[in-house]
């Protein structure tokens, strides 16, 4: 098993950044596929961005692209989300998640392990 926890979430203004981290411990970091998922109030729970266990693959939700970048250091058992040019429609909760497999998806029901979530809330 993996513990997956998210910090740096909070309170940003538009066009502001944000970087989330995900700090895992537990089983070899590497041998997962990380991503991260959003939620807002009386929403359901969206697909963001995911990354291969060597960082060689990544995909994004079209509402991210070209703004928020997903990265990973396995000596740190860290992933991120570089979140840049954000808009008051990224306010959400944020979940780090796991997948034991070396195939990237965007399905949260592929997805294993899961942390606690960090608010993120813009301003206009």
């Known amino acids: 098993q993996v513990q997956l926890v998210e910090s740096w979430g909070g309170l940003v203004q538009a066009r502001g950044s944000l970087r989330l981290s995900c700090a895992a411990s537990?089983?070899?970091?590497?041998?997962?596929?990380m991503a991260w998922f959003r939620q807002a109030p009386g929403q359901e729970r969206e697909f963001v961005a995911t990354?291969?266990?060597?960082?060689?693959?990544?995909l994004y939700a079209d509402s991210v692209k070209g703004r928020f970048t997903i990265s990973r250091d396995n000596a740190k058992n860290t992933a991120y989300l570089q979140m840049d040019s954000l808009k008051p429609e990224d306010t959400a909760v944020y979940y780090c998640?796991?997948?034991?497999?070396?195939?990237?998806?965007?399905?949260?029901?592929?997805?294993?392990?899961w942390g606690q979530g960090t608010q993120v809330t813009v301003s206009s």
């Open positions: 990354i291969s266990r060597r960082s060689g693959s990544t």
């Open positions: 998640a796991a997948r034991e497999s070396r195939v990237v998806v965007t399905k949260a029901d592929e997805y294993n392990y």
């Open positions: 537990g089983r070899t970091f590497s041998g997962y596929v």
